[in-house]
């Protein structure tokens, strides 16, 4: 009769190795993993839609209209310090207090349609377009279409 005999030893090692070498593939396995995550989401913030901005060209934008608001702010508070309101003259006149008014010497402004007409002196009509370029008396009419 002979006996089989087995070195536990041997086996033990064997399952040690197998053990390690499982250890070292799900390493490997998760290694790959986080480097396809990490590359697919780098790819993600650097390729853009051509109809989405990226983030640096929406910050040069943002920066370019920063620079131009601040440019129209400088020009704001130039004219605000050049301004004098003291020149102003906000006081009505008598002759502003007066609603009454001389019709046979007021300028007459007549709309029709898709045109005007002046009868007196103190405006203009260019097409539809009536400008009135002086103090006065005005009448004006009508309807005009446009």
């Known amino acids: 009769m002979t006996r089989k005999t087995t070195d536990s030893r041997c086996e033990e090692g064997s399952s040690r190795t197998d053990f390690v070498g499982m250890l070292r593939g799900a390493g490997l396995?998760?290694?790959g993993c986080g480097a396809a995550v990490l590359l697919f989401s780098v790819a993600g913030c650097s390729a853009t839609?051509?109809?989405?901005?990226s983030i640096a060209s929406t910050a040069e934008v943002l920066e370019e209209n920063a620079s131009e608001k601040s440019v129209e702010y400088a020009i704001?508070?130039?004219v605000a310090a050049a301004f004098?309101?003291?020149?102003?003259?906000?006081?009505?006149?008598?002759?502003?207090?007066?609603?009454?008014?001389?019709e046979s010497s007021a300028t007459k402004i007549t709309l029709s349609g898709?045109?005007?007409?002046v009868s007196?002196?103190?405006a203009v009509v260019e097409g539809s377009t009536v400008t009135i370029?002086?103090?006065?008396t005005y009448i004006?009419?009508?309807?005009?279409?446009d």
Request: charged share 25%; aromatic share 6%; net charge negative.
């Open 29 to 31: 396995l998760l290694a």
């Open 49 to 53: 839609d051509a109809g989405e901005p």
């Open 76 to 78: 704001f508070e130039e």
């Open 84 to 102: 004098d309101a003291s020149a102003l003259n906000l006081e009505y006149s008598k002759r502003d207090m007066d609603a009454s008014f001389d």
């Open 114 to 117: 898709d045109s005007a007409s």
């Open 120 to 122: 007196g002196s103190g």
């Open 133 to 136: 370029s002086t103090a006065g």
């Open 140 to 145: 004006v009419s009508g309807n005009l279409t």
